[in-house]
């Protein structure tokens, strides 16, 4: 049943999916023979003020992007059409297959700015093109999956349902999303489609609509528990919350009666930690304890870190709009950017955006607590330092993919490990104190003489 | 050469692209026999404070995925999979396709908050079945095409390029994006798959990358105009924008000399607007006064707006990232509601949810001056009060779509037309005036009467 994502959002000319100045700058690369190996970096240039971490992710669609790289007839028709390309490089790109290496963070793996979430080795123009798609996967999946996992954290174990369907990005997006929900730790979602292409488990509950296609409350309750007796989540809050939590009780004991249990109720609007404490003291009067209450409603993890901290009685949350867009973050300055051309280190220094050079490793630290205490970026061919974990593995070799990918259970193995690896004062979603990131020696001496020679470039 | 989105990003089993329980909702809107005619509207409860009008897009992409709606064998053998499903709802499910009516704005149309953007009326458990997909693509591309027209007027008529390819989210968003930037008037793309399939214009400059594979930066200036003589945007801040100016200007007189001329260049970081004046100046006192100046970098619509307003030479603006994510204000409240069921008009009273009864109407009116004055929200079988203008249409029936949908380019005409016929204090960026909507009496009055009846239910 898990099958690729590429089957589910298909491209019909994924090759065209590229910004144009990746084609023009391909084209002159191609006209003056600049076809030599470089290397560009993906990485984060700083994290948005509300992160103290991000967690990679979008590995396995970039590397499957990169290995069914082509250009169809219909797409080289269409660049023709354009006017701007002369007949040599038309020709070149219908030769064109990606032949690269990719060496990478495994997807889940906690990133930290400047540490490449992944580096690609290809002769210049094959390594230019693919820029926009890496960083498209990359960018989105990155970011949401960090989002996620912040919701995660802040539940401290009760679960997080991904709802946000309706209002993900687009349908591939929706899709994405609900994958980073659970390689970030939620426990299930509510989009089927993504339950179907990525074996995901789906749950659900009902909606006002259904509540107000009945002419009475108490009726709709009833009907969907005569459907489903052992997976009813009443939702209570269509007209009254508190009166509908009443009438949930007596559908519970009609449930009992038939030998069920409700499975819980939901609140989706109003004061919900009043609302919560109320409905589950009307539930525990009629010794319902077992009714689950879950909540919805526009949350993200600042309120799901300050219920639980009061000790709102909520058993779990539905998480959808925020968490998809990333609400208070929603974007990271991603960047791809060239290192090496040959045999040559190379930089920029744009104001605000200088990179560092050459190709990376990323090596972290254990402190005596287990928990992570340092990162050293250094570059790929520096010896590794000893006992610390080097982040960056080979993932792809001549553009193909080097082994299949992790399963998305172990995807989310990996992410929970590293996340509790990660110090709490880093972690938290409350001040919290910055990672400390060290650069080789080798790595700022090779970066002070390269800016000390642009003068002359 | 224009083809429908449906062939760019398909989802092999676009049936399951819901939220489970709008499934489960079905299964016992079957199983009580719950298949009267019912409609559902889709709208905007509030505006982001951000905003002060919205502009109605991704209705064509709704009606293709109406229309095209069926579950495969595939996709019921994996809802059997689930243990939640009878028989007969599977076979319901087998044998079903969309079969409802549909009226809806025109995509370009500017819509305020609680007016529908479309209303579908089907039978329920059909009704039910499209409300995550029909939400996910109208939301997303109202959102996008909204923020791209704030940052077209902002413009105040300089050409705005869609960038954001690469932090747009997911590969669908990333089209959809460059097409919603174009029906707000943007001057096209830099996503090639964008201009194939929209046909939207493609235009696109040169990276960091690849200035930074030269070993000299007038070298790679030379090469790119060497392959695009007469295209040639050079990008100036890799290393010193000002020295780059002067190189910019050294190989616009080379291309004088062999009777091109050098389109533009780009600026990308720095104090944009300082920058702008030294390089124009530049520019100018070498006699290039047609050389353009197109800045990017992480813009929106305020500092358009800002550098407009200062005077600050600028010909053409590059925007991405925040206009494809609407950094601002990355999502908005829009609902799916259940309006009528059968002969019984029904609503929410959720607080700070409630939602307008009925099947609607939405007429505006024009000013002496010809602008927009006011808009009437009214029952849809009401009569239409005269001089106004009516804003939905029908566009499905019984499933199929009614007439072919209007070309891009009308489509960007109508969004112009509207935008045009804006008040300027509403459509201001800087504490924009509320635009008026009223209720008709017969809708006041009929949500009063259901709101009574309440606690009765």
Known sequence: MNMPASTVVRLDEPALFTDLYELTMAASYVREGMTAPATFSLFVRRLPPERSFLIAAGLRDALEYLQDFRFSDRALEYLRSLDRFDVDFLSFLHNFWFRGDVWAMPEGTIVFPDEPLLEVTAPLPQAQLVEGALLNLCHFETLVTTKAARCVLAARGRPIVEFGMRRAPGLDGAIRAARCAFIAGAASTSNVLAGFVENIPVTGTMAHSYVSAFTEEIEAFRAFSRSFPDQTVLLLDTYDTLVAAHRAVEVARELESQGHRLAGVRLDSGDIPTLARQVRHILNQAGLEYVRILVSGGLDERDIDQWVRDGVPIDSFGVGTKMDVSADAPYLDMAYK??????????????????????????????????????????????????????????????????????????????????????????????????????????????DSLKAAIPAI
């Open 338 to 447: 060239l290192v090496r051309y040959g045999e040559r280190y190379v930089l920029k220094t744009s104001p605000g955006k200088e990179t560092w050079t050459g190709e990376k490793q990323v090596y972290r630290f254990r402190g005596a607590d287990g928990r992570f205490c340092e990162d050293l970026i250094a570059l790929r061919g520096e010896p590794a330092p000893p006992g610390a974990l080097a982040l960056l593995e080979p993932v792809m070799q001549a553009g193909r993919i080097w082994r299949p990918h992790p399963r998305l259970g172990d995807v989310r193995r990996q992410c929970a490990d590293m996340l509790a690896s990660l110090p709490d004062d880093v972690r938290t979603l409350r001040d919290p104190r910055r990672y400390p990131i060290r650069y080789s020696e080798r790595l700022v001496e090779l970066q």
